[in-house]
């Protein structure tokens, strides 16, 4: 289910995805949608990345030797 945000941002700014929604026959707020759920899922892979890692420093490693 979608829910409705409002934005507030400066005009020079907002120009830029006006054109780029523009050119891919989309609306600013789906460019946008599309934008944020991209962040989300690039946030969740590094967390789960980051947890992986401190797992595998936690653990140790054995260099050799005694």
């Given at each position: 289910m979608a829910q409705n945000v409002t934005l507030k941002l400066p005009k020079e700014t907002i120009r830029g995805p006006k054109i780029i929604a523009a050119k891919r026959?989309?609306?600013i707020s789906s460019l946008l949608a599309a934008k944020v759920e991209e962040l989300v899922g690039e946030d969740a892979r590094y967390q789960a990345a980051r947890?992986?890692?401190?797992?595998?420093?936690?653990?140790g490693w054995h260099l050799g030797g005694n």
């Open positions: 026959g989309m609306s947890r992986r890692a401190l797992e595998w420093l936690a653990q």
